[in-house]
């Protein structure tokens, strides 16, 4: 007796799970998707932004850490100006693809409280070298 | 209950086979039905494993001796709490509990990221249940926990003598969570390449999952030391024995990958390498797994001896031919962003430190297997003990720490000689003076000397990058010299943590040379009343003392401790012996009185008809120091993997962008 009320109960349970799982498939059609994770293959624009803000924090961080660097005496002031320059030049460079993508422009505006902030002078210098950029005459 | 469990184990099995396909074909098609779906699979799961975990747990406590998983691990009279955490001590119940944190990390992963990259995540769910279907076929055809016998016992055989110890309830869970946890960058990395999205995303995503994992493997090994050291009475804590070799290579892989994907998201290099890496960690993990549960190897885990073998060979293979041939089809996506600029520089200390890694771990790997090559080979099992380790790893270690001191110093892309020059002369001076007062102090062992140097080296390195970076600090901010310091760590979680990482490893460091080198032993019997010295101690034997439960007889020798003419305590070592094992098992309980400086360990080694009793008594130096060496290792890796506010505002960024995109889609849809 004991034995089939376990074997009910642990048939039960699958049976619930069982519906539990399928239910979007049975559902499908009947109202728009809510699914978070649906791939769009052709749609590469999250990805992008995904990296371009990967790569500018990547670069702030290496500004940062290049400061800091040249703060320790780690490196000369000579490296210090071609790698600060290099990055800067990245830097500017991956902001402009964030302008492309529309995304630039919110993200860059430092908030007064993050003025203070160590990131935000990094930003706005950057910021400042990619202004000068782009006003310069091509 | 045991009905429940069987049709649990079997419906989670037809559940993460349909979870892991649903979710492939899901996101390969587009198809948002199948991956919600693959996702409540995924849950359900879960439930399962659960349901299985409990229903094995309420047997144990109710004693339900008809499952022979029960008879073997619990007896009438152990102790509730041993019951309950028995369920690790034995190979059903391990894998089970295996399958459950496996499900606890996917449940883990799924909800942390339920908002991220919806190009990857469903593969990585997917490839999460693909290890997960593995374990549960081993569990339902090869190593059922509810299996019962014919017939029911009048007691049981009790859990293994050697496990009922504080350490071991902690030791397992935390190694499995270790190894369980590599699952997760593992199936990042695949995701990586089977969604052909190979770049920053998963390297960021994943990061804290490989330290999550990292830090439990390192606390599972922490923890199976003390345990080894307070248990097994040898004296020692680390005896490369074949399983926790099984646990250090997985842990050394994973290291060198945490270095150098450092290298890949500061220069966009090593992509292949880290690939490489993360499925030689994850293999790794299986395969400790493998070597802990199938007995291949003759080692005080011999209790674990199985079938289940065969299994796990046929996974890795599967899982080495199939990574590996999405690493070669995705090769054109991984190339190198830039080339290494200088040797002279923190790129290229990585890339010899993971040089260095995979050397040591080719070592652990080889004097590991050397028994089962030498029978392939010879028909002879020969085995590799601690000398053939201590030889060639430990030259190894010595210039990783060496490369561990270089490393900090140096700053990403290049520096010149003058400035490098400039930063490494300082700690060579301190180590050159360190060795010289070692040897004036009496030290002379030249391999004892130049081991300290080497430390006191990376030590003061790594003591002047606080130092100089709390200056730098300083002056930016103008803080107070303690807020400055608290500023500049957490400024810089990721270095910084890491070297409190590093300063962890030194101070370990120092207490291995110290107990390994100057570790004093010596045998002596003592009639009850008497007194003898030991070094600086002397130590009086009272008299020996019988009881009996109903697991185990117990004979202890309380002795009297006094170090000079301070009195330092009463020291009770003793024997157990467990009667209802079958055959009996004589089992040591270790005595040991800790200072920061050394440890009085005594071990009663027998009782003789006269009532006098024969100790084995060591004084090991500086053991305290693993200890607290491994404590702020862990410290460090925390500090490391807190999160980091920019990174978290991409990722609200990222996820704001794709809400707003499915809101526009579902919008189109209507």
């Given amino acids: 007796m004991e034995t089939w009320v376990s074997v009910l109960v642990g048939l039960g349970l699958l049976a619930g799970l069982v519906g539990y799982v399928v239910r979007p498939i049975l559902r499908a059609g009947r109202q728009p998707s809510a699914e978070p994770w649906l791939p769009d293959p052709t749609d590469t624009s999250t990805e992008e932004l995904a990296e371009l803000l990967f790569q500018r924090d990547a670069l702030l961080a290496a500004l940062h850490d290049l400061q800091m660097d040249l703060q320790m005496g780690k490196i000369g002031e000579e490296d210090f100006r071609r790698l600060d320059a290099l990055y800067r030049a990245r830097a500017v460079e991956v902001l402009r693809r964030l302008d492309e993508l529309q995304e630039g422009e919110a993200e860059i505006a430092p908030t007064e409280a993050a003025e203070q902030t160590w990131e935000a002078w990094i930003e706005r210098a950057v910021e400042r070298a990619r202004q000068a950029t782009s006003s310069s005459p091509t | 209950m045991s009905n429940i469990g069987y049709l649990s184990l079997l419906g989670a099995l037809a559940l993460s086979v349909y979870a892991t396909l649903a979710l492939f074909f899901g996101a390969r098609r587009r198809l948002p039905e199948l991956i919600a779906s693959g996702r409540r699979a995924t849950i359900g799961i879960a439930i399962l494993n659960a349901v299985a975990f409990l229903a094995l747990e309420y047997l144990l406590i109710v004693q339900d001796f008809n499952v022979e998983y029960v008879a073997r691990q619990t007896s009438i009279g152990q102790p509730l709490f041993y019951t309950i955490t028995g369920i690790w001590g034995g190979q059903e119940g391990s894998l089970l509990f295996w399958v459950l944190l496996l499900s606890l990390y996917t449940l883990g992963v799924m909800w942390v990221h339920r908002d991220d990259a919806p190009e990857l995540m469903p593969y990585v769910l997917s490839v999460m249940n693909f290890v997960m279907v593995f374990f549960l076929v081993v569990l339902n055809f090869s190593a059922p926990p509810f299996r019962r016998l014919d017939f029911v016992p009048v007691d049981g055989q009790g859990l293994n003598p050697l496990l009922q110890h504080p350490a071991m309830i902690m030791h397992p869970p935390n190694l499995y969570a270790g190894f369980v946890g590599f699952t997760v960058p593992y199936a990042f990395a695949m995701a990586a390449l089977l969604s052909g999205r190979t770049g920053a995303t998963w390297v960021r995503l994943s990061r804290r999952w490989t330290l999550i994992a990292w830090m439990f493997l390192g606390l599972g090994m922490l923890l199976g030391g003390w345990w080894a050291y307070n248990e097994l009475g040898w004296g020692g804590y680390w005896a490369w024995d074949p399983v926790e070799n099984a646990s250090l290579m997985p842990w050394l892989i994973g290291t060198a990958f945490l270095h150098s994907v450092m290298v890949q998201e500061q220069r966009g290099m090593f992509k292949v390498w880290n690939m490489l890496l993360i499925i030689l960690a994850f293999v790794l993990s299986i395969f400790g797994t493998f070597l802990t549960r199938s007995g291949v190897l003759d080692s005080i885990h011999a209790f674990a001896v199985s079938s289940i073998g065969v299994y796990f060979l046929v996974f890795i293979a599967i899982t080495l031919l199939g990574s590996f041939m999405l690493l070669y089809d995705r090769l054109p996506l991984l190339k190198s962003e830039r080339e290494l600029d200088a040797p002279l520089s923190r790129e290229a200390a990585f890339l010899v430190n993971n040089i260095l890694f995979l050397g040591i771990w080719f070592t652990v790997f080889w004097g590991t297997m050397y028994p089962i090559i030498s029978e392939l080979v010879t028909g002879r099992r020969i085995f590799v003990g601690p000398p053939f380790f201590n030889m060639v790893a430990g030259p190894l270690l010595l210039v990783m720490l060496a490369l561990m ?216 130096p500086l053991v305290a120091w693993v200890w607290a060496g491994s404590l702020l290792l862990l410290f460090g890796t925390w500090v490391a993997m807190w999160p980091d506010p920019r990174e978290e505002r991409i990722l609200e960024r990222l996820r704001a962008r794709e809400a707003s995109r499915r809101s526009l889609l579902g919008t189109s849809q209507a």
């Fill in chain 2, 405 to 620: 001191g270089i490393g900090p110093l140096l700053p990403w892309r290049r520096t010149s000689w003058t400035h490098a020059k400039r930063h490494v002369i300082p700690p060579i001076i301190f180590a050159l003076v360190l060795m010289v007062v070692l040897w004036l102090v009496g030290v002379r062992r030249w391999i004892v000397v130049v081991a300290y140097g080497v430390v006191g080296f990376a030590t003061a390195g790594h003591i002047l990058e606080f130092w100089r970076g709390w200056r730098a600090q300083r002056a930016r901010s103008g803080s107070h010299p303690v807020a400055a310091f608290f500023e500049l760590i957490a400024k810089n979680r990721r270095r910084y943590g890491g070297y409190i990482v590093h300063l962890g490893v030194l101070l370990l460091t120092i207490g291995v040379i110290g107990s390994k080198f100057y570790e004093q032993v010596v045998d002596i019997t003592l009639a009850p009343g008497e007194r003898t010295h030991v070094g600086e101690y002397t130590v009086q034997f009272l008299e020996a003392e019988g009881s009996r439960d109903q697991i185990k007889e117990r004979v202890a020798t309380p002795l009297h401790l006094w170090k000079g003419e301070r009195f330092l305590g009463t020291l009770v070592p003793s024997l157990d012996y467990y009667f209802k094992v079958p055959g009996g098992q004589r089992e040591t309980e270790v005595a040991v009185r800790s200072s920061l400086f050394e440890d009085f360990y005594v071990v009663l080694t027998g009782v003789n008809r006269d009532g006098s009793a024969t100790f084995k008594i060591f004084i090991n």
